[in-house]
């Protein structure tokens, strides 16, 4: 664990999410507060009908929060799905010594705790929402150390989690198709604007149809097979190849490095469920079957 993944040790209540809103943003403070389960590095709160207060949990997330108040603003006039937006900053205070945000609220449902019931139609708006975002990323635009690196700089996560979960049944499968995504070109585009974490619990669902695209505090310049993955990550079984084929810009190294970046991610949310199960910290029990489910269809849906 690093320092950035440690925990603030500080109780955030609806009581304390009101009294900071009555300090910087009275005009807000009547709002009804409700708490939003999940949330990885920030807790989050639902402000009225619009709005959400989104708490630092770690001491990462307050960079995180600053990066999407910078850049959303930036990216999210020409995004065809809602995504949150920055309304108000809130600073640290005596009750509380840590940056918070007021941003807009997406309507739906995590889909770790859902499903997209439509995966035809599902994959034509993610192809042209990943199409939007895909320009190249301004000078300044951030960098990660830990995302967006070629998967064969990755090998030692990826080792960790495949020891960790995969089923012994699939493993030499799942093996091939990370080696091939070690062995594919890499990216020798610009450094396009990236999501960085699109996983089930990053995009809402609304009626079983994609409704919005969360938590861009990982976003970066970079390689969009990171994002690509989520043609697995994401969308239903079989939906894959309609996904690529409406995108249309990947070419057979891109998706290489994309399906083997699915794998990875569908490992990791099993370990993450498997930590849930068992009660651990930063555990999340939804995310066990959905990277489960993700990873069977790496396997199944691959050839494109």
Sequence with gaps: ???????????????????????????????????????????????GEELAVRMPRRERAPDLQRKECRWLPVLAPRLPLPVPNPVRAGGPSARFPKPWTVMTWVPGKPLDSTSISRGDHAADPLAAFLTALYVEALEDAPITSDRGQHPKKCTEGFDHFFHAVVPGGIADDVRSVWDDA??????????????????????????????????????????PAWDLAAAWVILPAGAALRFFDAYAQADEATILRARGLAALKSLFLM?????????????????????????????SDGSM
């Design 1 to 47: 664990m690093t320092d950035s993944d440690i925990e603030i040790d500080i109780e955030i209540t609806a009581d304390l999410v009101r009294d900071l809103l009555r300090e910087q943003h009275p005009d807000l403070a009547g709002l009804d507060i409700r708490e939003v389960a999940g949330g990885w590095d920030n807790r989050q709160w639902r402000l």
């Design 271 to 299: 370990l993450m469920g498997r930590n849930g199960d068992r009660g651990l910290p930063g555990g999340k029990p939804t995310w066990g079957p959905a990277g489960r489910a993700a990873l069977d269809r790496v396997l």
């Design 182 to 223: 070690v062995a594919a070109p890499e990216w020798e585009g610009p450094p396009l604007w990236v999501h960085g974490d699109l996983h089930p619990a990053n995009v809402v669902v609304s009626d079983g149809m994609l409704a919005g695209v969360i938590d861009f505090g990982d976003m970066f310049a970079g390689d």
